[in-house]
């Protein structure tokens, strides 16, 4: 297998809380937690999970617009972590984000043509009439109709910005876009376009994305591998048909058994998790998932389980695992694993 484009060890990014009238550091929220996973080149990463669980803040980081706490991330065979913003610089058109809300990162004050043609001119690719062509075929390449150059992003319908926001992201054809629930700010009836606009672009450019969303079908449709996030650390990682097929966490069963199946002839038992996400200032100890699990035992409360592998790829935190996952790295083949809780 071919190295992974981002090699990601132990990622923390914790932001102090500050508080009171000198603004003493009262805590800390630990939104990233000692994540590690590879992204394989051309592949998608979903990364999933609910609102608060720090998929967003991971994103960012790994392209160091959020400044990590510790860690490591290589991009190839570069580390990323020591670099200034200046060492940075040749990478960061390499590296991009597509944002959720196209309103909020597109300049209201720039013409479509300056919004698109203003990575060529930071990076010092094209000037004139060369900058206009490629600002053109951008265009092209995003269905949008060749008189968008002159106009100022409030006079686009959302999809539409949308695709400006995505056309400026692949302006100099990077290696990496990380889509940060690049569909949830659009009318349902478009997000299956810009979806299936993002999957063409891979195909023909050869792109590697990490897709966050909290849309699980979404996720499903256009995801290689899927990364389960809860309070900060992965709690499951596998091909997304092994982790739909057969989720193992408890959190996985939960989120997945909420989503509706197409086939009449399966159901699916819902899990209704109980409560919120904990805040991540003050994570319950032990596994941070045992006050909603209803599998919690005295051990969960205390100890917080590893990423215990499960199969090929596939790694779930969760001691009800941990005896399969003793038999798979003895080499004893596991007949039929047990069914997932809420599974098909
Ligand atoms: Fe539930 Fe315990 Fe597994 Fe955590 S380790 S998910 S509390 S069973």
């Known amino acids: 297998m071919s190295e992974p484009l981002l090699r990601v060890r132990e990622l923390k990014t914790h932001f102090p809380v500050r508080g009171g009238l000198l603004g003493r550091v009262r805590g800390t929220v630990k939104a990233v937690d000692g994540v590690s996973l590879d992204v394989r080149r051309g592949e998608t990463l979903g990364l999933v999970g609910e609102s608060g669980c720090g998929k967003s803040t991971l994103g960012r980081t790994l392209l160091r617009l959020v400044e990590p706490t510790a860690g490591s991330i290589r991009f190839e065979d570069r580390e990323l972590t020591g670099l200034s913003q200046r060492e940075l610089r040749p990478l960061r058109r390499r590296m991009q984000l597509v944002f959720q809300d196209p309103q909020a990162s597109l300049n209201p004050r720039m013409t479509v043509r300056e919004i698109l043609g203003e990575p060529f001119a930071i990076h010092g690719l094209a000037r004139g009439a060369e900058r206009e062509a490629k600002v053109v075929e951008l265009l092209e390449l995003m269905g949008l109709p060749r008189d968008a150059l002159g106009r100022q992003p409030h006079e686009f319908s959302g999809g539409q910005r949308q695709r400006i926001g995505i056309a400026r992201a692949i302006a100099l054809r990077p290696d990496l876009v990380v889509a940060d629930e690049p569909i949830s700010a659009l009318d349902v ?51 997304a048909e092994a982790l739909y097929r057969q989720p193992r966490h408890p959190y996985t069963q939960a989120l997945l058994s909420a989503v509706p199946v197409p086939d009449p002839e399966r159901t699916r038992t819902r899990i209704i998790l109980q409560g919120d996400v904990p805040s991540p200032l003050e994570p319950p100890p032990g596994c941070t998932f045992h006050p909603r699990c209803a599998h919690a035992t005295e051990r969960c409360r205390r100890e917080a389980p590893p990423l215990y592998p499960v199969g090929e790829g596939h790694t779930a935190a969760c001691f009800l695992v941990e005896e399969e996952a003793r038999r798979v790295a003895a080499g004893v083949a596991v007949a039929e694993a047990p069914k997932a809780a809420g599974g098909e």
């Open 189 to 239: 009836s478009i997000q299956a376009q810009i979806v299936n606009l993002l999957v063409d672009l891979q195909r023909e450019l050869g792109l590697t994305y990490v897709f966050i969303s909290h849309d699980l079908k979404i996720v499903e449709y256009v995801s290689t591998r899927v990364a389960v996030m809860y309070l900060g650390r992965i709690v499951e990682l596998a091909d």
